[in-house]
T-cell receptor
Framework: EAGVTQFPSHSVIEKGQTVTLRCDPI?????LYWYRRVMGKEIKFLLH????????ESGMPNNRFLAERTGGTYSTLKVQPAELEDSGVYFC????????????FGPGTRLLVL | GENVEQHPSTLSVQEGDSAVIKCTYS??????FPWYKQELGKGPQLIID?????GEKKDQRIAVTLNKTAKHFSLHITETQPEDSAVYFC????????????FGTGTQLKVEL
């Protein structure tokens, strides 16, 4: 069984540009999560999808971030326009169920905004 | 909301020694506490977890203890090996909080030969 995959693995962009990150969860996992780790700090929750619906988006920093999961399969996270403080590692995770179920993480996308 | 504190931030031990990482949480509604290991260039991997109805759980060289009254939980690694070197994160999930993980700030463990 394939794990969670993320694309790209690295992205270097200039301030003001747009970047789109993609996450493919484990097949059959209805729950998909986005997290971010900025400069050696803790990994912080961004949002949670159940199938195609946003269950919790309380961690989204601002309206420059847009997450979608059309069809309830893969998800994209778009940052537009990117700012310097958006640099960090963006992780995607998935779980079959919610409520204290194991979340399986992807390798992350390392984003650097110059 | 939930707040998780983790100590120490760095830990260096000799191969074969034990390593202990401690976390405290603030939300008494938290009921699930996973531990993740992150190796360089990879995503966090679950190594062990514990639920609030259990005080201790062990899996080979790894054990986790939970004290609900004091709101703290700890990771114990015995007979450490060089491949244990990584960043370890504790996390907590609160009942009714969906499945949102609140992480500690991580511990860089280095096992020296």
């Amino acid at each position: 069984e394939a794990g969670v995959t993320q694309f790209p693995s690295h992205s270097v962009i200039e301030k003001g540009q747009t970047v789109t990150l993609r996450c493919d969860p484990i097949s059959g996992h209805d729950n998909l999560y986005w997290y971010r780790r900025v400069m050696g700090k803790e990994i912080k929750f961004l949002l949670h999808f159940v199938k195609e619906s946003k269950q919790d988006e309380s961690g989204m920093p601002n309206n420059r971030f847009l997450a979608e999961r059309t069809g309830g399969t893969y998800s994209t996270l778009k940052v537009q326009p990117a700012e310097l403080e958006d640099s960090g590692v963006y992780f995607c995770a998935s779980s079959k169920h919610a409520g204290g179920e194991t979340q399986y993480f992807g390798p992350g996308t390392r984003l650097l905004v110059l | 909301g939930e707040n998780v504190e983790q100590h120490p931030s760095t830990l260096s031990v000799q191969e074969g020694d034990s390593a202990v990482i401690k976390c405290t949480y603030s939300d008494s509604a938290s009921n699930y506490f996973p531990w993740y290991k992150q190796e360089l260039g990879k995503g966090p991997q679950l190594i062990i977890d514990i639920r609030s109805n259990v005080g201790e759980k062990k899996d080979q060289r790894i054990a986790v203890t939970l004290n609900k009254t004091a709101k703290h939980f700890s990771l114990h690694i015995t007979e450490t090996q060089p491949e244990d070197s990584a960043v370890y994160f504790c996390a907590a999930v609160a009942t009714g909080g969906g499945n949102k993980l609140t992480f500690g700030t991580g511990t860089q463990l280095k096992v020296e030969l």
